[in-house]
């Protein structure tokens, strides 16, 4: 009897290890990764994060899935982590809607949403990694980036 | 007919001219004069711009080609432009055999790396340590590591803040110069910093 529980205990362990596993995993990908800093701010510029409207400082961490926007006076100027460097002009609104980069081979792909307004782009590690790794995408058109500085503007409702 | 297929077209011109413009994107030189490259795509057509000032807009659904002045573009994306972080910079500084002691060249070059960072109001600093094939695996592995952490330590007590600074050490797995194994190479002892 006492050996079956132990051969049946002994069976569950992979499952119960597989169950730990994704659950760490899951939490893992809960929180959203650090993706680069906020380097300059004018005027209003907000970071929206999980609904929230926080107002951007200089310093500022960035997260994947977060969204910028700049008020009529507002601009801010990001860094991300694989030297890609952002800014935006006033009423502007973005996302920065999917990135992953592995800085022990500096490859990574990234997709950024501009809804309005303008950005200037000067791209990094990610753009150089293979052609189609980095994305913009505007509500009706999408940039594939290959090593370059660039500039885009999206008219918005008007 | 034929009268009436024309006039549709001249319409369908003129209403692409008169619909407003929905995004405009323009490539702009590297420093080297030259650029990359942007492939711009809306629905199933494509616009490759990889010239300096190359530009092309969407316009009632249509990607185009156009033609945009420089004061132009200085007017439409002046402000974006002025708030560009600094850029990126990266440095090497060398290393004497088997230490984590600076080269007396590199330690000249140390300050105009800490100058770098220094002039940035909110800065990150990545310190990569690596040697060369001499010595093996473990003790280079850790040798990498004290190379960044002697930067790093270096930079700390000039007044700039630890947190903002990582180390790791690759050992002589990322050379500069590819050489046999248990070669003495001056430009492998080195450290990366990359500050943002």
């Given at each position: 009897?006492?050996?079956?529980?132990?051969?049946?205990?002994?069976?569950?362990?992979?499952?119960?290890?597989?169950?730990?596993?994704?659950?760490?995993?899951?939490?893992?990908?809960?929180?959203?990764?650090?993706?680069?800093?906020?380097?300059?701010?004018?005027?209003?510029?907000?970071?929206?994060?999980?609904?929230?409207?926080?107002?951007?400082?200089?310093?500022?961490?960035?997260?994947?899935?977060?969204?910028?926007?700049?008020?009529?006076?507002?601009?801010?100027?990001?860094?991300?982590?694989?030297?890609?460097?952002?800014?935006?002009?006033?009423?502007?609104?973005?996302?920065?809607?999917q990135y992953?980069?592995?800085?022990?081979?500096?490859?990574?792909?990234?997709?950024?949403?501009?809804?309005?307004?303008?950005?200037?782009?000067?791209?990094?590690?990610?753009?150089?990694?293979?052609?189609?790794?980095?994305?913009?995408?505007?509500?009706?058109?999408?940039?594939?980036?290959?090593?370059?500085?660039?500039?885009?503007?999206?008219?918005?409702?008007? | 007919?034929?009268?009436?297929v024309l006039?549709?077209?001249?319409?369908?011109?003129?209403?692409?001219?008169?619909?407003?413009?929905?995004?405009?994107?323009?490539?702009?030189?590297?420093?080297?004069?030259?650029?990359?490259?942007?492939?711009?795509?809306?629905?199933?057509?494509?616009?490759?711009?990889?010239?300096?000032?190359?530009?092309?807009?969407?316009?009632?659904?249509?990607?185009?080609?156009?033609?945009?002045?420089?004061?132009?573009?200085?007017?439409?994306?002046?402000?974006?432009?002025?708030?560009?972080?600094?850029?990126?910079?990266?440095?090497?500084?060398?290393?004497?055999?088997?230490?984590?002691?600076?080269?007396?060249?590199?330690?000249?070059?140390?300050?105009a790396v800490?100058?770098?960072?220094?002039?940035?109001?909110?800065?990150?600093?990545?310190?990569?340590?690596?040697?060369?094939?001499?010595?093996?695996?473990?003790?280079?592995?850790?040798?990498?590591?004290?190379?960044?952490?002697?930067?790093?330590?270096?930079?700390?007590?000039?007044?700039?803040?630890?947190?903002?600074?990582?180390?790791?050490?690759?050992?002589?797995?990322?050379?500069?110069?590819?050489?046999?194994?248990?070669?003495?190479?001056?430009?492998?002892?080195?450290?990366?910093?990359?500050?943002?």
């Amino acid at each position: 009897m006492r050996s079956i529980a132990r051969a049946e205990l002994r069976a569950a362990i992979p499952g119960l290890a597989a169950a730990l596993i994704l659950a760490w995993a899951t939490a893992g990908f809960a929180a959203n990764s650090k993706i680069g800093m906020v380097k300059t701010v004018a005027g209003q510029a907000v970071i929206v994060r999980d609904g929230a409207r926080l107002p951007a400082k200089v310093g500022d961490v960035v997260l994947e899935k977060d969204a910028i926007e700049t008020g009529p006076d507002g601009t801010i100027g990001i860094t991300l982590t694989d030297n890609t460097v952002m800014s935006a002009g006033p009423q502007s609104v973005l996302a920065l809607t999917q990135y992953n980069f592995d800085s022990s081979n500096f490859n990574g792909t990234m997709l950024t949403d501009i809804r309005k307004g303008t950005l200037a782009v000067v791209s990094g590690d990610i753009a150089r990694s293979s052609p189609n790794a980095m994305k913009v995408r505007t509500p009706t058109a999408i940039l594939g980036v290959r090593g370059t500085r660039f500039t885009v503007q999206v008219n918005g409702e008007r | 007919m034929r009268r009436i297929v024309l006039l549709s077209l001249v319409l369908a011109a003129l209403t692409a001219c008169t619909e407003p413009r929905q995004a405009l994107v323009v490539v702009l030189p590297n420093p080297d004069g030259g650029s990359g490259a942007v492939t711009v795509t809306e629905g199933d057509k494509s616009v490759l711009l990889d010239q300096p000032y190359a530009a092309t807009e969407v316009r009632g659904g249509a990607v185009a080609a156009v033609k945009l002045p420089s004061e132009q573009v200085q007017q439409i994306f002046g402000q974006a432009l002025a708030a560009r972080p600094i850029l990126p910079s990266q440095f090497m500084l060398y290393f004497i055999s088997d230490s984590d002691q600076l080269t007396p060249e590199s330690q000249r070059q140390y300050r105009a790396v800490f100058e770098d960072i220094k002039r940035r109001p909110a800065y990150e600093v990545e310190v990569v340590g690596h040697t060369d094939t001499l010595g093996d695996r473990t003790y280079n592995q850790q040798l990498s590591l004290q190379r960044a952490r002697a930067i790093r330590d270096q930079l700390v007590r000039d007044g700039l803040e630890a947190r903002a600074i990582s180390t790791a050490g690759r050992g002589a797995l990322d050379l500069a110069v590819q050489t046999g194994d248990q070669v003495s190479e001056p430009r492998n002892r080195r450290v990366v910093i990359t500050v943002r």
